[in-house]
């Protein structure tokens, strides 16, 4: 009966408007949470979204410079400079072979001999893109990694190659080649044996580890003090128009498409976070919504709630009903919109999975609406017992 | 054995300078109950409070029960003042409130079980046994919203009587019934306030000869 009486109070438009807006909200924040956590290794192994947000830059090359060449090297006031600029989150600088470098091989039948003049760079291992075990360098042993740009093994393939006969190599072909390097200076010399470690699509240069390099430059180096004509830059926001503007004005050179990649991850990211954040407006308003609903409901039937409290039920009983009801609808709602996003997360990951190499990560999908279920129930059940309490007991 | 159970069983209701606060001194300056030191109503004793419309009476009945609590003063139950009334009047004090306060979208049976099933006090036999006594046997099942004046007190006044009390306290009870009726649930209350060892409290304009009065206080 009490029951009865309760249930007429109820505006069941309000309620089927509650329950879809929160149903649309929940949909949405769990499917992109969990879109953004799948996602998210594959981002950060892929390009330098989440991580680095940094780019190479060189100062222009023009006329007077190659007359000049000092002016190609970045003074120590420059590079505090540009440390110094609120867009530089941390910078780092291409430490430069200044030392003859030769790498040749012996002949074979299945490598053709070659003999050519090398260059070296090293930057800290933080900023390469390339995961590998034999990226270490230790002075008892005669043999140093390099890691060349992708690009260069597209030239060989696509150009070189091509005109000069020669075969085409896969990565995993030229990564089995060693090779000889000689590297003289300071009137000594030494030989080492070296392989193709990697493939970097991010530093444009020919890398061996940093620590190689230091010692090497020391000991057969030119000058004690290596000259720095390349910085790689951390960005705080990739997307700043400062950026741009301070490498034009001092004429520095930014290799953009990196820039440009950066930017559109970031900005794909935001458009992530604009969208969760349009979720949490929709669920505030919708808890909103139905909370003021309940409130109204509460205040409009007054009377008859006084009434039942004056015939002996108390404040708990009277709230009850209001209580499970809304607990009932908030309860169906999230189970709803767990069903349907992990529906759409199956579908994405089949998308993804037709282009991309992926592996499947935990799914969070039940736990984030589980705890999002169970706050909201402590909440709506708290404020209904307290305004039920507030109105029939004076 | 027998004394300390009547000790037990023994209620009373006492009221200490009782006062309104919406009514100024001057207003009720012959009252038998506000402003007095103390006035007592005991259990097993029937008052009538006679006031003219527009006195009060609805206030004493309301601020005795606890729904009101617009006064000054001090009402003790049983010598204690700060009783948790919501609970004390489970067992201690049932109200005909002069509005009825029934509920227009249950059924005649729907509003006393209403009541009933929070003290299982009577049985269905029981509630269709008296819905018969008052003439309502065919109204058993019609919406409260669509019955006469008349007929809602009669529904209020039984489905008061679906508790246990020690007081019955009666707002105008009466106002909407003829001869006849008045004197069915006259009798249906007579009995069942000896059943219960209780008192009554009934405010009426004029005097009532239905009941024999132990007190009779101008409000």
């Given amino acids: 009966?009490?029951?009865?009486?309760?249930?007429?109070?109820?505006?069941?438009?309000?309620?089927?408007?509650?329950?879809?807006?929160?149903?649309?909200?929940?949909?949405?924040?769990?499917?992109?949470?969990?879109?953004?956590?799948?996602?998210?290794?594959?981002?950060?192994?892929?390009?330098?979204?989440?991580?680095?947000k940094s780019a190479v830059i060189n100062k222009n090359i023009s006329i007077f410079k190659t007359i000049d060449k000092e002016k190609i090297y970045f003074t120590d006031i420059e590079i505090n400079e540009l440390k110094e600029q609120s867009f530089t989150k941390d910078i780092s600088v291409f430490n430069s072979a200044t030392f003859k470098i030769n790498a040749y091989t012996n002949k074979t039948e299945s490598i053709p001999v070659f003999y050519t003049d090398l260059f070296f760079e090293s930057v800290p291992d933080k900023y390469l893109d390339v995961e590998t075990d034999e990226w270490n360098w230790k002075a008892s042993l005669d043999f140093i990694p390099i890691i060349i740009p992708d690009n260069y093994l597209k030239l060989y393939n696509f150009g070189f190659a091509e005109s000069q006969g020669l075969p085409v190599l896969s990565k995993n072909t030229i990564s089995q080649i060693e090779f000889n390097i000689k590297i003289s200076g300071n009137n000594k010399s030494k030989e080492y044996k070296s392989k193709i470690v990697g493939f970097s699509n991010k530093v444009n240069s020919i890398l061996v580890p940093d620590d190689f390099l230091s010692w090497a430059n020391k000991e057969f180096g030119r000058t004690d003090k290596t000259k720095t004509s390349r910085v790689l830059i951390e960005f705080n926001n990739p997307s700043d128009d400062a950026i741009l503007e301070y490498f034009n004005k001092n004429n520095y050179s930014i290799n953009k498409d990196e820039l440009e990649l950066s930017k559109l991850l970031f900005f794909f990211k935001l458009a992530l976070i604009f969208v969760l954040?349009?979720?949490?407006?929709?669920?505030?308003?919708?808890?909103?919504?139905?909370?003021?609903?309940?409130?109204?409901?509460?205040?409009?039937?007054?009377?008859?709630?006084?009434?039942?409290?004056?015939?002996?039920?108390?404040?708990?009983?009277?709230?009850?009903?209001?209580?499970?009801?809304?607990?009932?609808?908030?309860?169906?709602?999230?189970?709803?919109?767990?069903?349907?996003?992990?529906?759409?997360?199956?579908?994405?990951?089949?998308?993804?999975?037709?282009?991309?190499?992926?592996?499947?990560?935990?799914?969070?999908?039940?736990?984030?609406?589980?705890?999002l279920l169970l706050l909201l129930l402590i909440v709506y059940n708290a404020l209904i017992a307290r305004n039920v309490k507030k109105i029939v007991v004076q | 054995?027998?004394?300390?159970?009547?000790?037990?069983?023994?209620?009373?209701?006492?009221?200490?300078?009782?006062?309104?606060?919406?009514?100024?001194?001057?207003?009720?300056?012959?009252?038998?109950?506000?402003?007095?030191?103390?006035?007592?109503?005991?259990?097993?004793?029937?008052?009538?409070?006679?006031?003219?419309?527009?006195?009060?009476?609805?206030?004493?009945?309301?601020?005795?029960?606890?729904?009101?609590?617009?006064?000054?003063?001090?009402?003790?139950?049983?010598?204690?003042?700060?009783?948790?009334?919501?609970?004390?009047?489970?067992?201690?004090?049932?109200?005909?409130?002069?509005?009825?306060?029934?509920?227009?979208d249950l059924t005649v049976f729907e509003n006393i079980q209403l009541k009933n099933t929070l003290t299982n006090y009577k049985t269905v036999e029981e509630i269709c046994s008296l819905l018969d006594e008052v003439l309502l046997g065919d109204k058993k099942d019609s919406l409260v919203g669509?019955?006469?004046?008349?007929?809602?007190?009669?529904?209020?006044?039984?489905?008061?009587?679906?508790?246990?009390?020690?007081?019955?306290?009666?707002?105008?009870?009466?106002?909407?019934?003829?001869?006849?009726?008045?004197?069915?649930?006259?009798?249906?209350?007579?009995?069942?306030?000896?059943?219960?060892?209780?008192?009554?409290?009934?405010?009426?304009?004029?005097?009532?000869?239905?009941?024999?009065?132990?007190?009779?206080?101008?409000?």
């Fill in chain 1, 277 to 371: 954040f349009i979720a949490v407006v929709i669920i505030l308003l919708s808890v909103s919504f139905i909370v003021l609903s309940f409130n109204y409901i509460i205040q409009r039937n007054k009377e008859l709630l006084i009434n039942l409290y004056n015939i002996g039920y108390n404040h708990n009983r009277i709230s009850t009903f209001y209580q499970l009801s809304i607990s009932l609808i908030t309860v169906v709602s999230i189970i709803a919109s767990i069903i349907v996003s992990n529906f759409i997360r199956s579908r994405y990951l089949v998308e993804i999975a037709r282009f991309l190499e992926f592996k499947e990560i935990h799914n969070y999908i039940h736990l984030f609406g589980f705890s």
């Fill in chain 2, 146 to 219: 669509k019955l006469s004046l008349g007929q809602k007190q009669r529904v209020a006044i039984l489905r008061a009587l679906c508790q246990p009390f020690k007081f019955l306290l009666l707002d105008e009870p009466f106002s909407h019934l003829d001869k006849e009726n008045r004197q069915i649930i006259s009798n249906i209350i007579n009995r069942e306030v000896k059943k219960q060892n209780a008192g009554l409290i009934l405010t009426s304009l004029d005097e009532i000869a239905l009941f024999s009065f132990d007190k009779i206080l101008n409000l």
């Fill in chain 2, 1 to 104: 054995m027998i004394i300390t159970n009547t000790l037990c069983n023994y209620m009373s209701i006492e009221l200490h300078n009782v006062k309104p606060i919406y009514m100024s001194d001057a207003e009720i300056s012959a009252s038998d109950i506000y402003l007095q030191k103390s006035v007592l109503f005991e259990h097993n004793k029937n008052y009538l409070i006679k006031a003219n419309s527009g006195s009060g009476k609805t206030s004493i009945l309301n601020f005795i029960y606890g729904c009101n609590t617009n006064f000054i003063g001090v009402i003790n139950y049983d010598g204690v003042s700060n009783h948790n009334l919501f609970d004390f009047r489970k067992s201690k004090l049932s109200y005909v409130f002069q509005d009825f306060k029934l509920f227009p």
């Fill in chain 1, 1 to 52: 009966m009490l029951q009865k009486l309760q249930k007429r109070t109820l505006n069941v438009s309000q309620i089927i408007g509650y329950a879809l807006t929160f149903f649309v909200g929940i949909t949405i924040i769990l499917s992109i949470s969990q879109f953004y956590l799948d996602i998210k290794p594959l981002l950060s192994k892929h390009t330098d979204m989440f991580k680095s």
